[in-house]
């Protein structure tokens, strides 16, 4: 199983039926391949939409009718439309029971980089703020490590997302939460040692006396 | 409201007006209003819209003939024109918040001063900015913001210009049909009053000063 | 013809076409039977429609359809409704082009009591404060005096509706306005003197060289 | 979104709870609700609603019987109970402009603060707030109301709890839908999913926690 795979299926297992999800884009977006069995979720496009769902068949595509990058998607029964202003009081109101983003920096006290490298990477925040500060539960899925550098720091040099701490993080070699507001390692990638997360890891982790591996 | 060509409508326009733009990404924007402002030259904006769309699409027209002066949206992640002309410090672009970007605009529309939101709290958006500490929890003042002209896009209007928008191309059209002086819209579909029932309408008639005439 | 009827057929005359208008309850009401012929007035009701139309035939209300005060009414076609939160955004952002109120006191520089008589009638604001503080124009339709005192006061002692000053009183006697600010006679009462309005009008008025009678 | 009768609706309620109740002088209100309310003698009550109704209709039910001992509102003057128990000091009442009302419920479904609202800024409404100076225009800040419960009624709810509402019945209805812990719905039609198009959904099926089954 391919990193982003996994991240994607461990994520889909935080679901609950009857959730409102808004999903990220990269490997966030995955999660929605991977709902399980039975489960009936809602995902929200920010741009509009609550229901939707897979990629359109071959010209069934509506050009009024796309995901928050603007890429075809299809609605499914039972979808509702809305304005931006409804769209976002769903988001920072506390509706949206959990948004999966992904991230460059997350640190050990739970902080969020992830919309701005000063000097290179300039795009704007767009909904990102206000998902991490508004939504019930915020989860970041995204890889452990980049060219070799931790992406879980003792402290972000990036600049925040928002104050609020993350719930959970999502890596291809590890599930880490904040119990206390404490960074702390909950499970490993099937094989991987904590040991072995521990080397590619800059923050400081909590281990609890036992560290389940992914059930995947 | 007044029907017009797209022609009159942005000959309306003087250079150095703000203007917000309806649509996501390029989605639920006014193409016929845009391609005219590259035709008629318009130049020195003050563009007040989501994102920069990509080159050659929606919003994304106005930065490839560097028609826009200053810009404030939520993201132009996905135009390098943008980016470029933000960097070469070219034009100036205030990136904010999405939520706090539509909340800004529907206070200018709704007779708000503003609102005070917990986004942005902690982050370098503070900025600047009065903080508010109610309840043990802190908020921003965010100010009404509020623009010359709107150009509004809606799937249906009807004659007396009540709109109502179609699937995830509604977005910001309604909240910047409320907030300019002047407000001009085109529609996919132009029809008779009673078209749109009463509880669909979104954009109310009288809200319209212009709509732009199907060709 | 009547008081009420001479102050709502005066008050129409201010209407234009594409106006926007919010008729506040009693004579304001009345204001919509006398719409000039060929006038294109939208009125809203607060409670959530543009397009009100008159009272509906016998058997044809519906239930939910009603004015503010909650009688039945019939919607004109091409008629909107929507949600309190948009209602008062229309009256508050400006969109509303005349609302028509009723008063209790008007004083010299244009300021409204019309919701409060302290310690006797605290039925509460409603929506008065909105409209009389977002309404583009706002419009006085009241009697000039009650029980022989003046209702256009030098300085209002019933609690304020809004700090804005009105635009424009119109009473059975008399059309007052505010050029620059101060209390100025511009019509009388088809019949009626100057010195016959000012006999009876405790505020100071302006008044200019010429004070036409109101045309009906 | 769960299916409850009436009577398991009411009986989450506690003595003493917040209520937000939906409806304009008894239109749109879930009168069905209030019957139960009133036959669960519901004590104690935080009213937050628009007005009183008038005696023995919408939530003038419920001052009939004394069970409200706060009230939020905008206007009572058509309910003589509501004003003599409000003047005879047995219920406090805060009387609020309507579009005020109305703003703070959205601002607490939204996650906001509050708002700056012009209305009120010098009169009796100033009472006891920060006024604040912006551009030359004062206004107040006004803050988010939240209940324990919200009370709705919709038109039509699909079986997954989407809801649209008909004419003048939906008044606060969405706004109030968004701005309590639990929110229990009723509506004059059940229908099937996909009865309600997505463009008309006014409220999405995932705010409502309860819809009330008919009979």
Redesign the interface.
Known sequence: MDAQTLIARRVAQELRSGNLVNLGIGIPTLVANYVPQGLAVFFQSENGLIGTGPIPEQGMAHPLLTDAGGRPISALPGAATFDSAMSFGLIRGGHVDITVLGGLQVDAGGHLANWMIPGKMVPGMGGAMDLVTGAKRVIVAMQHAAKGKSKIVAECNLPLTSARPVDLVVTDMAVIAFPGGKATLMETAPGLKVAEVLAVTEAELAIPDKVPEMKL | ?KPVSAEEAIAMIPNGASIMVGG?????TPDRLLDELVRQKKSGLFLIS??A??PGKGVGKLFDGGQVTNMI??????NPKA?QQ??GKQIT?D??????F??RI??G?????????????????EGGK?K?D?NG?S?L?E?ALRADFALVHA?LA???G?L????????????MA?AADTVIVTAENIVP??VIA?????T????VDYLVANG
């Open positions: 409201m996501f990404m390029g989605v639920g989501n994102d769309a990509v949206g939520t993201h132009i992640g996905l980016q933000m960097l672009v990136l904010i918040p999405q939520g706090t539509v909340e529907r206070a529309g709704c007779g708000l001063g503003g609102v005070l939101t917990p986004t942005g709290v902690g982050t370098l958006v009065q508010i109610m929890k908020y003042i100010t799937f009807d004659y007396i009540n109502a928008y179609a699937l995830t191309a509604r977005n910001f059209n309604p909240v409320m009053v009673g009463p509880d669909h309408v979104v109310p008639g009288p809200l």
